[in-house]
């Protein structure tokens, strides 16, 4: 399935023991709707507050009812703030994290004299002028191949449970209005 959501009032996407987290709330509707307890693997594990536009996610269910049916009443029940936008069949031993080839992000900053109040959940405000080109040249030392530990938030390489080598293909900035997008 791929979900969207507005992740201001969860703490990311992993479920957390006494908080609200957006795996907990898509298994709770998986066992409305299926009777089956399973567990949702997210293809990445977002940080309170963030949002997604098409996280895919992956779980095995004995449920009869086929994808169409199976997101449709999944939306029935899930809160208004998570969305089912597409639902398949996947392929024997798809799993959503490591099946994942690629990941995209989008990063949005409010570049302008004053905040905004329209959409500022999904903005970051910044009131000093940014230059996307200059923006563009520092960045592009970034793109390719590197390990990216330093941004990993552990002091020891021990503390880590997978690689933090990654490669960045793309990276781009630029202004629309007084928005800059990352």
Not at 51 to 73: E, Y
Not at 116 to 130: C, D, E, M, P
Request: glycine content about 8%; charged content about 20%; hydrophobic content about 40%.
């Amino acid at each position: 399935m791929t979900v969207q959501y507005d992740g201001t009032d969860y703490a990311g996407f992993q479920i957390q023991t006494g908080r609200r987290t957006i795996q907990e709330v898509l298994e709770s509707a998986l066992w409305q709707v299926t009777g089956d307890r399973t567990r949702v693997v997210g293809a990445g594990r977002t940080d309170s507050g963030v949002h997604a536009t098409g996280q895919v996610i992956s779980f095995v269910t004995r449920s009869s009812l086929g994808p169409f049916v199976l997101k449709r009443a999944m939306n029935a029940v899930l809160p208004d703030d998570v969305v089912i936008v597409d639902a398949a069949d996947a392929p024997a031993g798809f799993h959503a994290r490591f099946s994942a080839k690629s990941r995209a992000y989008r990063y949005t900053i409010w570049n302008g004299p004053q905040r905004t109040a329209i959409g500022r959940r999904y903005v970051y405000s910044w009131r000093a002028y940014l230059d996307a080109e200059a923006m563009n040249r520092a960045a592009a030392g970034l793109l390719g191949r590197h390990d990216f530990a330093s941004f990993a938030g552990t002091t020891h390489s021990s503390e880590r449970t997978s690689s933090t080598v990654r490669t960045l293909f793309r990276l781009h900035c630029w202004r629309e209005d007084e928005r800059v997008f990352v």
